[in-house]
């Protein structure tokens, strides 16, 4: 009976230190990391330059002021129709003078009344110049009967007909002095008119600059009366549905770029436009980015490949985004770049083997925002743990989350 005692008495002692031992060891018991994980496997995979760019009509017609002038309220608005040679776009009308200052029109003032009296003047010279006249032809007319009489010599007969002439001559010229004593009044006169009175007349003169080709009003340059100078531009003509893209790619991704490779258009609130590269600008520019940086870029011009009926609803300068293909393979060993981390100099991945992670260095070729191309250290099947984080390490016990397919 005692016997029995103590050895319920080590049963209550070394039970509860058991399973505490037990408890504890089942704590401290490395247990598998649960992580996410991707196939490896071949499949398409391209690397594209992705830009904001926009859109341009191809052939844009900007109209200018043939003319300085004051320009009348555009009869056009943005999108109306126009004929060549038929659609008047502006209409130009003289501008009328400036207002005088007092001093300017004192002076002008002062020049008139001179220019009264040199008309007074030129007309009291042809009133003398009239009477010589009248007095050499009557002195002919007596030189005449008296050379019949031969009273006189041919001589004298001669230089009164002289005399005639030489009065002629000095009439007419005492006219068109006249003439221009008269000009120069009206002129001066002319500077004195009211401006009021003058922009009256403005519009028999006015001038009607008509579109030169044929399609819709694009842009408005000028849409209120307003004077302008001659080549300032008023109105911009084209044709919608011959649009293009222009994207302003960096110099370092521009010389990536091929004349005719194929182009996406997304991101401007309609499906997807197919588009290839038609030009590549051979001289870039600088501009500033919206951090204060200096950049090269180059204009990349963009043809649309698609029917016009998936994207007529674009414009002249809308947004869009072009991602322009740079290098494409349809059988490309690929890798999530969520499962690629640094080893030293190297890539590795993580590979699931066995239910442990085993760190495996790989070689990587073209590299998207995606998917990267593998050129050694793994093969098509294996599996890879995505976002591996520090507690994965070499030989790490590890149990698949979930296992899902990778989007190429």
């Known amino acids: 009976m005692k016997t029995k005692r103590n050895w319920l008495a080590r049963i209550a002692v070394w039970l509860p230190i058991a399973l505490l031992l037990v408890g504890g060891t089942w704590l401290v018991w490395p ?3 649960a992580v996410d994980t991707a196939i490896v496997a071949l499949g398409p995979m391209d690397i594209t330059v992705e830009e ?8 844009l017609y900007l109209v200018s002021a043939p003319i300085s002038g004051k320009m009348a309220r555009s009869p056009l608005r943005v999108g109306d129709s126009v004929v060549a040679g038929e659609t008047v776009v502006a209409i130009i009308e003289p501008v009328a003078p400036a207002l005088l200052d007092e001093r300017t029109h ?6 008139l009344n ?3 009296s040199a008309v007074d003047l030129a007309q009291h010279e042809i009133k003398r110049r009239e009477a010589a006249l009248e007095f050499a032809r009557a002195e002919y007319e007596r030189a005449s009967v008296l050379a019949q009489r031969n009273v006189i010599s041919s001589q004298a007969l001669d230089k009164a007909k002289v005399d005639i002439e030489t009065n002629e001559h000095a009439l007419a010229v005492a006219k068109a002095q006249l003439e221009i004593r008269i000009s120069d009044r ?5 500077r004195l008119t009211d401006p009021a009175n003058s922009a009256n007349d403005s519009s028999k003169r006015a001038v009607q600059v008509k579109a030169p080709v044929s399609g819709r009003v694009l842009t408005i340059a000028q849409e209120s009366e307003a004077v302008v100078q001659a080549g300032t531009p008023l109105v911009g003509i084209g044709d919608p549905l011959d649009l293009e893209i222009v994207a302003d790619l960096l110099s370092a991704d521009a010389v990536r770029v091929r004349i005719g490779a194929p182009v996406r ?3 401007w609130g309609g499906p997807e436009i197919g588009g290839s ?3 590549i600008d051979p001289a870039g520019f600088a501009r500033i980015s919206a951090l204060g940086i200096e950049e090269q870029r180059v204009r990349i011009v963009i043809r649309l490949v698609d029917s016009p009926e998936t994207w007529s609803r674009l414009g002249h300068e809308f947004s869009v985004v072009a991602r322009i293909q740079v290098w494409q393979s ?4 690929t890798v999530p770049v969520a499962a690629l981390f640094r080893d030293g100099d190297s890539w590795a991945v993580f590979l699931v083997r066995d239910g442990r992670a085993q760190k495996t260095r790989i070689g990587i070729g073209q590299r998207n925002s995606r998917t990267a191309e593998i050129l050694s250290g793994i093969d098509v099947g294996e599996e890879v743990i995505l976002y591996p984080s520090d507690r994965i390490v070499d030989r790490a016990s590890v149990t698949r989350r979930q296992s899902q397919p990778r989007e190429n």
């Open 31 to 33: 247990r598998p990391i």
């Open 52 to 59: 904001d760019a926009k859109t341009r009509v191809a052939d």
């Open 106 to 111: 004192s002076e002008i003032t002062a020049a």
């Open 114 to 116: 001179a220019a009264q």
């Open 186 to 190: 009206s002129a001066l006169a002319i």
């Open 265 to 267: 258009i997304v991101d």
């Open 277 to 279: 590269v038609e030009r």
């Open 330 to 333: 349809e059988s490309a060993l």
